[in-house]
C-alpha cells in the first residue's frame, strides 16, 4: 500500500536559515506526491506536487522538492525561512481507493517554527 | 470570492444531538470531499463525491451521512454525536473526477467540540 513517512514532526529554524522538512514514501508503483501546508486555523493549501514530469519541482512561496526514487523521498527545502513560512506542512501520496478513483493519503505533518 | 467555504466555522454541542456541516464550493469542479483532522493533526479521508456520486466512502460509522444536492455541495450530517466526533472536518474539492493528480482545494474547516 502507498503511504508517506514524514520524519520529524516539529522543525526549527531561525530566519533566514535553510529549510529542509523530510518526507519518504513506499510505493510499488510510480507516485503521484504532494506537500501542503496549513497556516494557523485555516484549511490546507498546494505548495506543489510531483507527477514525474521532472524530479525537481518548484512550488509557491520559494518552496521547491526533489523526487528521488533511489531513496524514496520527496524531501521539501526552502533556501532562506521568513517568519510567515510557520505552519504545519503535509506530506500526501495519491492512492487507488477502487476502480479510477483516488484519494490522498497524508503524513502525520510536520510544524515548522521560525525563530527571529 | 470563497472558493471552498463552508458552515459554520466552530461547533460547540452536547453528546447525543445531531448535527450538519455544509459546504459549498465556487470552483465548477466535479469532485468534492470530506476530510477529518483529529487533535493530533492526523488528517484522514472520510468521503468523495463526483458529480453528486458517492466514490469513496471510507471506514466512518454509520451516524456520519453525507450528502451532495448538486455538485457544488456537500453537506455534511452527523447523528448522536459522540466525544471522539470532537475534530476540525474539512471539506476540499477537485477539478476532474478525483484522479490521481489532482490538486484539492481546502476549506477553512469546522471545528467541532462535542462536550
Known amino acids: 500500500a502507498q503511504s508517506v513517512t514524514q520524519l520529524g514532526s516539529h522543525v526549527s529554524v531561525s530566519e533566514g536559515a535553510l529549510v529542509l522538512l523530510r518526507c519518504n514514501y513506499s510505493?510499488?508503483?510510480?507516485?503521484?506526491l504532494f506537500w501542503y501546508v496549513q497556516y494557523p486555523n485555516q484549511g490546507l493549501q498546494l505548495l506543489l506536487k510531483?507527477?514525474?514530469?521532472?524530479?525537481l519541482v518548484k512550488g509557491i512561496n520559494g518552496f521547491e522538492a526533489e523526487f528521488k526514487k533511489s531513496e524514496t523521498s520527496f524531501h521539501l527545502t526552502k533556501p532562506s525561512a521568513h517568519m510567515s513560512d510557520a505552519a504545519e506542512y503535509f506530506c500526501?501520496?495519491?492512492?487507488?481507493?477502487?476502480?479510477?478513483?483516488?484519494?490522498?493519503?497524508f503524513g502525520k505533518g510536520t510544524l515548522l517554527t521560525v525563530n527571529p | 470570492d470563497t472558493a471552498v467555504s463552508q458552515t459554520p466555522k466552530y461547533l460547540v454541542t452536547q453528546m447525543g444531538n445531531d448535527k450538519s456541516i455544509k459546504c459549498e464550493q465556487n470552483l465548477g469542479h466535479d469532485t468534492m470531499y470530506w476530510y477529518k483532522q483529529d487533535s493530533k493533526k492526523f488528517l484522514k479521508i472520510m468521503f468523495s463525491?463526483?458529480?453528486?456520486?458517492?466514490?469513496i466512502n471510507e471506514t466512518v460509522p454509520n451516524r456520519f451521512s453525507p450528502k451532495s444536492p448538486d455538485k457544488a455541495h456537500l453537506n455534511l450530517h452527523i447523528n448522536s454525536l459522540e466525544l471522539g466526533d470532537s475534530a476540525v472536518y474539512f471539506c476540499?474539492?477537485?477539478?476532474?473526477?478525483?484522479?490521481?493528480?489532482?490538486?484539492?482545494?481546502f476549506g477553512p474547516g469546522t471545528r467541532l467540540l462535542v462536550l
Open positions: 476540499a474539492s477537485s477539478q476532474g473526477s478525483g484522479a490521481h493528480q489532482e490538486t484539492q482545494y
Open positions: 510505493s510499488s508503483v510510480p507516485p503521484y
Open positions: 500526501a501520496v495519491s492512492r487507488n481507493s477502487g476502480g479510477s478513483n483516488y484519494k490522498l493519503t
Open positions: 510531483y507527477t514525474s514530469a521532472a524530479t
Open positions: 463525491y463526483n458529480n453528486k456520486e458517492l466514490i
